[in-house]
């Protein structure tokens, strides 16, 4: 095996997964934030802000699943406006994507992880559309599954036809499961990765030794990402692959994609449980690792996507 060794040795990737603890660390020095994930709608955000407020749970990003399109412009004024006013970043998802459209390969068994991927040409028009229609609005943070549209992002960022301190957040769905995917994905554009749901820490410390990013790690995944609870993990997680974003999906919990107003009692009543779930792996990182350190909430960090109004 020398000759496969010293070649990823030659390519700055580990040559197998190992639990090394990071040293690396948000633009603030901290380890860990907290997302709040499928926060749908602004008055889940609402919801989400007195519920994390009652019970004591920080807060630093939430993210939406449904897409941009799905969103009136007041939806996603008063989503921007949430965020500025408590300095939490917004992170909003592109549509449409092919589960949207009608080719059936995302419908086959072999097809599914093509879902929330742009189909066409006509597609990634849409879906620019849909950036530049948010970011007029305020919005600095994007929840992407495309390859292509992460690159095309950042292009534009770098032409200086998107904003400099745009955020792009690319998607579980993706489910990156090695060093050598999520460096490609660091490579293109993505300020932040959703990996695989179902890494062990090894593999995730593997991950870290390859890139810089922030991993978001799914400590409870949804049912449809695995529905793995791994609250017990979060501490090794943060030792050996800071810097990431935990967060809390539910398992055994109905998936609402796209949201509409016929969800809207199960929305609330989802957003309000990731946050007690995420108190309790907030305090249980008290408990089992006190001295991680962690973002400061309310405080605009240079590299979260807090909206500009």
Not at 268 to 289: A, F, G, H, P
């Given at each position: 095996?020398?000759?496969?060794?010293?070649?990823?040795?030659?390519?700055?990737?580990?040559?197998?997964?190992?639990?090394?603890?990071?040293?690396?660390?948000?633009?603030?020095?901290?380890?860990?934030?907290?997302?709040?994930?499928?926060?749908?709608?602004?008055?889940?955000?609402?919801?989400?802000?007195?519920?994390?407020?009652?019970?004591?749970?920080?807060?630093?990003?939430?993210?939406?699943?449904?897409?941009i399109?799905m969103?009136s412009?007041?939806?996603?004024?008063?989503?921007?406006?949430?965020?500025?006013?408590?300095?939490?970043?917004?992170?909003l998802?592109?549509?449409p994507?092919?589960?949207?459209?009608?080719?059936?390969?995302?419908?086959?068994?072999?097809?599914?992880?093509?879902?929330?991927?742009?189909?066409?040409?006509?597609?990634?028009?849409?879906?620019?559309?849909?950036?530049?229609?948010?970011?007029?609005?305020?919005?600095?943070?994007?929840?992407?599954?495309?390859?292509?549209?992460?690159?095309?992002?950042?292009?534009?960022?770098?032409?200086?036809?998107?904003?400099?301190?745009?955020?792009?957040?690319?998607?579980?769905?993706?489910?990156?499961?090695?060093?050598?995917?999520?460096?490609?994905?660091?490579?293109i554009?993505?300020?932040?990765?959703?990996?695989?749901?179902?890494?062990?820490?090894?593999?995730?410390?593997a991950?870290?030794?390859?890139?810089?990013?922030?991993?978001?790690?799914?400590?409870?995944?949804?049912?449809?990402?695995?529905?793995y609870?791994?609250?017990?993990?979060?501490?090794?997680?943060?030792?050996?692959?800071?810097?990431?974003?935990?967060?809390?999906?539910?398992?055994?919990?109905?998936?609402?994609?796209?949201?509409?107003?016929?969800?809207?009692?199960?929305?609330?009543?989802?957003?309000q449980?990731?946050?007690?779930?995420?108190?309790?792996?907030?305090?249980?990182?008290?408990?089992?690792?006190?001295?991680?350190?962690?973002?400061?909430?309310?405080?605009?960090?240079?590299?979260?996507?807090?909206?500009?109004?």
């Amino acid at each position: 095996m020398k000759k496969s060794i010293d070649a990823l040795k030659s390519l700055g990737l580990p040559i197998g997964d190992s639990n090394v603890a990071s040293f690396q660390s948000f633009s603030d020095g901290a380890q860990y934030r907290i997302e709040i994930p499928s926060t749908e709608t602004p008055e889940a955000f609402q919801l989400m802000l007195d519920e994390a407020d009652r019970i004591g749970c920080p807060v630093h990003r939430i993210s939406q699943g449904s897409g941009i399109q799905m969103l009136s412009d007041a939806q996603i004024k008063a989503f921007a406006s949430l965020g500025a006013e408590r300095n939490i970043e917004v992170c909003l998802f592109t549509t449409p994507r092919a589960n949207f459209d009608v080719g059936g390969l995302w419908n086959a068994p072999v097809g599914k992880l093509i879902q929330w991927q742009v189909r066409g040409a006509e597609q990634i028009r849409f879906s620019l559309d849909d950036v530049f229609r948010a970011c007029d609005l305020g919005i600095r943070s994007f929840l992407i599954a495309d390859l292509g549209l992460i690159q095309i992002i950042k292009q534009l960022r770098n032409k200086g036809d998107l904003p400099s301190n745009l955020i792009v957040k690319s998607s579980a769905i993706l489910a990156p499961a090695n060093p050598a995917s999520c460096k490609l994905l660091e490579e293109i554009g993505s300020n932040t990765i959703n990996v695989s749901t179902d890494l062990s820490t090894a593999q995730l410390s593997a991950i870290r030794q390859a890139i810089k990013v922030p991993l978001d790690v799914y400590i409870e995944a949804p049912d449809g990402l695995g529905g793995y609870v791994r609250h017990f993990e979060t501490p090794n997680m943060i030792q050996f692959s800071a810097p990431i974003y935990v967060k809390l999906g539910l398992r055994n919990s109905t998936d609402i994609y796209p949201y509409g107003k016929q969800h809207e009692t199960l929305a609330l009543n989802l957003t309000q449980e990731r946050v007690r779930r995420s108190k309790l792996v907030y305090d249980l990182i008290q408990r089992e690792m006190p001295h991680a350190i962690m973002s400061k909430v309310g405080i605009h960090h240079e590299d979260l996507g807090v909206p500009v109004l």
